[in-house]
């Protein structure tokens, strides 16, 4: 059982970028819509999006904490499109807006000076954490 445990089963993952996404409930949601909603998003995003690695949303009170894994930043370039205006989950990201106000975003991996201007231009709160070192798979 040991030697099981310790063998290589997945590849790293080098260029792979986290996002804590602070989100404030809507207050005119229940407890019940929101639950809807948000597994309703995620496994939208799961069978969409192959190259995003996680999308787990998360109690904290009076916000919910969304924690998203991408393969890389093309990835996120990717959802960004995705939930943009005329594609796919346009309405999926209006109804995300109806359930949630976004306080903060925090981005965790290397991530460019063209991919920090373009999230910028959004007008989220944002904060970027640069990888130092380590892995992930």
């Known amino acids: 059982i040991r030697d099981s445990c310790n063998k290589d089963s997945s590849k790293e993952i080098p260029d792979e970028v986290i996002v804590i996404v602070e989100l404030i409930k809507n207050k005119n949601k229940s407890q019940e819509e929101l639950k809807e909603f948000t597994k309703r ?19 904290a009170g009076d916000k919910i904490i969304l924690i998203e894994r991408y393969k890389n930043e093309a990835a996120i370039f990717n959802h960004i499109d995705n939930v943009s205006e005329g594609n796919p989950m346009e309405d999926d990201f209006t109804g995300f807006i109806d359930h949630f106000i976004i306080d903060s975003i925090e981005y965790y991996g290397s991530t460019s000076q063209d991919f920090k201007t373009t999230i910028e231009s959004f007008g989220f709160p944002i904060r970027y954490k640069d990888l130092i070192s380590g892995f992930t798979k």
């Open 41 to 59: 998003y995620s496994d939208y995003v799961k069978s969409t999006e192959s190259n995003t690695l996680g999308w787990t949303y998360h109690d």
